[in-house]
C-alpha cells in the first residue's frame, strides 16, 4: 500500500458532548472566545447554552452573528476585522457548514490576511490560524473535521472552494442531541449531502484505503437509517446519523470530491441554492457519466446501497444507481433542475458548467469532464 495522509481533528462525540465546550476552550488557551453562529442556532436555544458553559468555566466571549446561508465573502471579513478589533483567541462555531465555514474563513484571514479570494484553491494559506473547536449542528456538512472551507465570492457569484490542511479544526464536538430541534428537511438535507461526500470521496482519483472504508460504512449507514430518523425521529438513528456524517467527513476531507460537487458549488453560488437541495437532483446523473471509468467502485457502493450481491459488478453498479434514485425519490426533494431554477434562467447553465470546471473538487474526478459534458449532466437533470 502507498504511503497516505489522513488528517482529522481531535474528535468528542456523543450524547451531551456540548457539555466539553469550555474544558476544550481551555486546553486550547482561551482568553477571550470569538463566538460564530447565527439566528437560527440561537432561536433554537443553544447558542446561549453554549454562552451558559463557556461562562461556567469562567471564559469571556464576544459574538459574531453574522452568517448567513452559503457564507458571503464581505461577512468573513467583516468577521476577520471584529475578531481582531476585540483581541480575541480561540474560535468556536456552533451551526451548520455555514456557520463552521464563516468561522474558518475568519480564522484564515486573522492570521493571514488580504481578501479571503486570496485563498482560493488548494494549499494557498501559509501561516498558521487561531485555535478553533467547531460544533456541528447537522449531520451533514463535514465542516466541523474537514480542510475545505466554501464561501461565496459575491462579485464573480461562485462558491469558493478553499482547501488546506490548516483549516482541520484543533477540536470538533459531534453531540446528536442537537438534531433532536432540527427540521425534517433540515436533516434530509443534511444526510444527503454526507451520502454525496461518501460517494464522490469512494471514486475520487485520490481515494486511499483509509478513506474508502469510511466512505462505504457512511454510505451503509445513511441508506438505512435515513428514512427512519426522518419518520420516528429516533434519537439512536439521529445518532447513526451523526456517525455516518464524521465518517463521510474524514472520507472526503483526505480524498477530496468530485464532479458533481464542482457543479453544486458553481450552481450554488450562482442562485444561492442550498447546498443539500443539489445533490439528489445531480448525484446520480453524474454517477451515470463516471460509471465506465470506476465500474468497480460503482459496483461496490451498489453492494452496499441494495444489501446484497448480484453476481455482476456491471449489474451490482447499475441496479445501486437505480435504487439510488428510487431512495431520493421517496424523500422530500427536488429531483429535477427545472423544479429550482425554471425554464426562464436555464441559459445560465453554460456559464455555470464553464466555471465548475475549474473547480478543485472536478480535478479528483474518475472521469475527465469539460464544460460541455457537465452541461450534458445539467440536461440529464433537468
Known amino acids: 500500500m502507498d504511503v497516505t495522509k489522513f488528517a482529522i481533528p481531535e474528535i468528542i462525540f456523543g450524547r451531551g458532548s456540548l457539555n466539553h465546550a469550555g474544558q476544550c476552550a481551555l486546553r486550547l488557551g482561551a482568553k477571550k472566545v470569538f463566538l460564530v453562529s447565527d439566528s437560527g442556532i440561537e432561536e433554537a436555544g443553544w447558542v446561549q447554552r453554549l454562552m451558559d458553559i463557556l461562562k461556567r468555566e469562567g471564559i469571556e466571549w464576544i459574538y459574531y452573528p453574522g452568517v448567513t446561508s452559503n457564507p458571503r465573502d ?6 476577520a476585522e471584529f475578531y481582531t478589533k476585540n483581541n480575541a483567541d480561540v474560535i468556536i462555531a456552533i451551526g451548520g457548514g455555514s456557520a463552521l465555514d464563516t468561522a474558518k474563513g475568519i480564522a484564515i484571514i486573522a492570521s493571514n490576511g488580504g481578501k479571503i479570494r486570496d485563498y482560493e484553491g488548494a494549499n494557498r494559506v501559509h501561516r498558521p490560524l487561531p485555535p478553533m473547536v467547531l460544533i456541528t449542528t447537522t449531520a451533514g456538512s463535514g465542516s466541523d473535521i474537514s480542510q475545505f472551507c466554501i464561501i461565496t465570492d459575491v462579485e464573480r457569484a461562485v462558491k469558493m472552494s478553499i482547501i488546506t490542511r490548516t483549516l482541520v479544526p484543533n477540536i470538533s464536538i459531534v453531540d446528536p442531541l442537537i438534531l433532536r430541534t432540527k427540521s425534517e428537511t433540515q436533516i434530509i438535507q443534511s444526510a444527503v449531502d454526507a451520502l454525496a461526500h461518501a460517494i464522490e470521496s469512494y471514486t475520487s482519483t485520490i481515494a486511499s484505503s483509509l478513506t474508502e472504508m469510511h466512505s462505504l460504512k457512511a454510505i451503509d449507514l445513511i441508506i438505512r437509517n435515513l428514512p427512519h430518523a ?9 445518532e447513526q446519523l451523526s456517525m455516518a456524517s464524521v465518517s463521510a467527513s474524514m472520507a472526503f476531507s483526505n480524498a477530496s470530491l468530485g464532479a458533481e460537487h464542482a457543479l453544486a458549488h458553481s450552481l450554488g453560488g450562482h442562485f444561492d441554492m442550498r447546498h443539500g437541495v443539489i445533490h439528489p437532483i445531480l448525484l446520480t446523473a453524474v ?3 463516471n460509471l465506465d471509468w470506476a465500474e468497480e467502485k460503482f459496483g461496490n457502493i451498489g453492494r452496499v446501497i441494495l444489501n446484497k450481491d448480484l453476481g455482476s459488478v456491471r449489474d451490482n453498479a447499475v441496479e445501486g444507481i437505480e435504487k439510488l434514485d428510487e431512495f431520493f425519490a421517496q424523500l422530500d426533494v427536488p429531483l429535477r433542475l427545472r423544479d429550482e431554477i425554471g425554464e426562464d434562467d436555464k441559459h445560465f447553465l453554460e ?7 475549474n473547480d ?6 474518475p472521469r475527465p469532464a469539460s464544460w460541455r459534458e457537465l452541461m450534458a449532466v445539467c440536461e440529464e437533470a433537468w
Not at 464581505?74 to 468577521?79: A, D, I, K, T
Not at 419518520?231 to 439521529?238: H, V
Not at 478543485?360 to 474526478?365: D, E, G, I, V
Open 360 to 365: 478543485a473538487c472536478n480535478l479528483t474526478n
Open 351 to 357: 456559464p455555470i458548467c464553464r466555471m465548475a470546471v
Open 287 to 289: 454517477m451515470r457519466y
Open 74 to 79: 464581505f461577512q468573513v471579513e467583516q468577521g
Open 230 to 238: 426522518v419518520q420516528t425521529r429516533s434519537l439512536d438513528s439521529l
